[in-house]
Each structure stands twice: as C-alpha cells, then as structure tokens.
C-alpha cells in the first residue's frame, strides 16, 4: 500500500504532466469555443474550476482543463479573473520552461513547442461563457468578456498605429469606429 507522501508525489507528476499537455493543445488550437468557470467555497478557502473546449486547427474539438479544481486567489470576481489568469500564464511559463530545456539539451533540434503567445483569451472572442446564475459567478463571466474585448481592442489599435483615414475607407462602418 503506498503511502500518502507517495500518493501524494505521484498526483504533484500527473498534474505536471497534465498542466504540459493542456498548455500544448492551447498553445497551439484555433480558439476556445467555450470557457466554463465554477466557485465555491471549501471549508473556508476559495476554489475554482475553470475547462475549455476548444477547437483545433484541424477542426476537431477536445477539453483543456486549466485545472479541475484550484485554490483561487480570493472569493471576489476580480480575484477570480485573476486566479484564470494566473493559470493560463503557469501554462505559457511551462512551454517556455519546456522549450529552454529542449533547447539545452538538444540545441540543434526543433523541439515543435508552439510559442507561449498561443495562449491567449483573446482566443474566446467569438466563444462563450459557460457558469452558474449566481451573482458572483455573472459577474466573473462579464469581468472575462470585458478583459477579452479590453485585449482585442488593445491589439486592434496596436494593428491600425500609422494608419490614414483613407486607409480605413474600405472598411464597413462598424469596424471604422
């Protein structure tokens, strides 16, 4: 019978090699379908689940967990946010932990890690939000949808920095303002 320092040590690997293999499939798919998020409260300390399904560049469709359940940040939906956040950038810090170990041990070989920058949100823009009708959890879910559009405005004027006026012209009038 193992142990629970055992037991313990072999579910600290199984979640690396988990967190690895979600990081590799959101780095590299097309964009997230849905994101679902989920609250509570365990004896006093604040957990959240968040998954995604999201689409592939081949067009399949399989589930990335950012983790089934983790110890968030705070109970707030700012914290939240931030606790998502976090877990997405524990997932860009392993590709590139990932790459820089490849890259020492084989300098001559192309590891095909995608680049950490394929984990993005933005990647939910056309996707939903999938969560309970608590008000808490609403408002997660529109602090997520406002930190989505806030990035994708941000790239889409980092894009048009130089532009004339007769360069956005040709576009409807939606896009224009």
Do not use: Y
Not at 3 to 30: F, Y
Not at 44 to 63: K, S
Not at 110 to 129: A, E, N, R, V
Not at 135 to 161: N, Y
């Amino acid at each position: 019978m193992p142990t629970d320092a055992t037991i313990m040590n072999m579910r600290i690997e199984i979640g690396l090699v988990s967190d690895s293999m979600n990081a590799l499939v959101l780095a590299r798919c097309k964009r997230i379908i849905q994101l679902g998020h989920d609250g509570t409260d365990v004896n006093g300390i604040a957990v959240l689940a968040a998954n995604m399904v999201v689409e592939l560049v081949n067009g399949d469709q399989t589930e990335v967990m950012l983790r089934g359940c983790f110890v968030a940040k705070g109970k707030t939906s700012q914290l939240e946010l931030e606790s998502v956040l976090s877990a997405l950038q524990r997932f860009k810090d392993l590709l590139t932990k990932w790459q820089e170990t490849h890259t020492t041990m084989f300098p001559d070989e192309d590891s095909g890690i995608p680049h950490p920058d394929g984990i993005d949100l933005k990647k939910l823009l056309s996707g939903s939000l999938m969560s309970d009708n608590a008000a808490a959890a609403l408002k997660t879910s529109k602090l997520i949808v406002e930190h989505v559009v806030s990035e994708v405005d941000e790239m889409i004027m980092e894009s048009s920095e130089g532009m004339t006026n007769e360069d956005f012209d040709g576009l409807p009038e939606h896009i224009r303002d």
